[in-house]
């Protein structure tokens, strides 16, 4: 990757989202590459407490798929479901909208790919 693809590429997730920092980009790509991981095991991934997961997905949004209703909040790159074994548990999975903003980054970074 050379300097003008990564700045192109900042400049693209800039346009969605203008407050957007490396280790939001970093959340993101973990959720892609940990498909149903709970809050817990992100944390432990990035480093960070509990509470900074929580507000990473509060940045990015998620559809909260509950048996009563839904909600969807901020950007909605992300989704919360509850699981159908243990319903304490929230497992967190790219949406389809977060999936295509993470492609469209990708492809700025690495064309072709």
Known sequence: MNNQSLINALSF?????????????????LVERNPGCTQSQLADLMG??????????DTFGFTFSI?????????????AVRSSIDERAIRINLSP???????SFTNIIQPGS
């Not at 048996?67 to 989704?79: M, Q």
């Open 97 to 103: 909208k977060g999936r295509k903003f993470l492609d």
């Open 67 to 79: 048996k009563r209703k839904g909600r969807h909040l901020n950007l909605g790159f992300v989704e």
């Open 48 to 57: 960070v407490t509990l509470p900074a997961i929580s507000r990473q997905i």
């Open 13 to 29: 997730a800039e346009q969605i989202h203008p407050q957007l920092r490396v280790s939001q980009l970093k959340f993101l790509w």
